[in-house]
């Protein structure tokens, strides 16, 4: 069936390494991806996108990279800080469910002094 | 910065009241969505419109109901709370791409809702 999933829950770093958070997905036809983060209390925010023609694309301290022969996609966050700390959910497109997105459970990032 | 927003942020309300969840966005987007989250959980979309006089049920049952009737407003009505009502409601919006694409969706910040 189609589903988006994380590797990991939660995810503990030191300030200033950098962070790799994962994410599996099933469906072979999806053609785009989103990464959001959600901090406490707050709606779920847009960080970075890809389309299913690109493997890697950068943003301002994020990477998003898409391995399509495995289906994986993962976010890399350069010199972590503490406003980084969130959970953050990848989401799925296929075209399919009227075009909605489908997200996948959520890695918490904790990012130590 | 997207420019949704929702209230109240925080309701607290007694079992069997009727409540409405106010959503407006003012991007001029047609498509409008409601998710329902549990703390530190994943998304689940309870509702889903088009556009004016479109709304759809999502994937997750819900007993709520929703209506459309300007783009920019898209209110969720509880109309008899009950204590397993209690969650986050989320409402989003995105352009709506009638020949595929991405639609990226933006949240507003989200209504806590506690039913005693």
């Known amino acids: 069936g189609e589903s988006v999933g994380l590797h990991l829950p939660t995810l503990s770093v030191q300030e200033g390494d950098n962070s790799i958070i994962n994410c599996a997905y099933s469906n072979s036809a999806s053609d785009y991806f989103i990464w959001y983060k959600q901090e406490s209390g707050k709606g779920p925010q847009f960080i970075i996108d890809?389309?299913?023609?690109?493997d890697k694309r950068q943003g301002q301290r994020v990477t998003v990279l898409l391995n399509k022969t495995v289906k994986h996609l993962s976010l890399q966050i350069a010199a972590t800080q503490p406003g980084d700390s969130a959970v953050y959910f990848c989401?799925?497109?296929?075209?399919?469910?009227?075009?909605?997105?489908?997200f996948g459970k959520g890695t918490k990032l904790s990012v130590k002094p | 910065e997207a420019d949704i927003y929702q209230t109240p942020r925080y309701l607290v309300i007694g079992t069997g009241k009727k409540i409405t969840l106010e959503c407006s966005q003012t991007m001029g987007h047609d498509k409008m969505y409601w998710y329902q989250q549990d703390p530190g959980m994943e998304l689940h979309l309870i509702h889903y419109s088009y556009g004016v006089n479109s709304t759809e049920k999502g994937d997750l049952s819900s007993e709520s109901t929703v209506s459309r009737i300007r783009t920019e407003h898209f209110p969720l009505t509880l109309e008899s709370a009950r204590p397993s009502h209690t969650s986050q409601y989320l409402c989003?919006?995105?352009?709506?791409?009638?020949?595929?694409?991405?639609?990226?969706?933006?949240f507003g910040p989200g209504t806590r809702l506690l039913v005693l």
């Open positions: 989401a799925e497109n296929y075209g399919g469910s009227q075009g909605n997105l489908i």
């Open positions: 890809i389309r299913s023609n690109m």
């Open positions: 989003a919006s995105s352009e709506y791409r009638r020949q595929g694409g991405k639609e990226t969706q933006y």
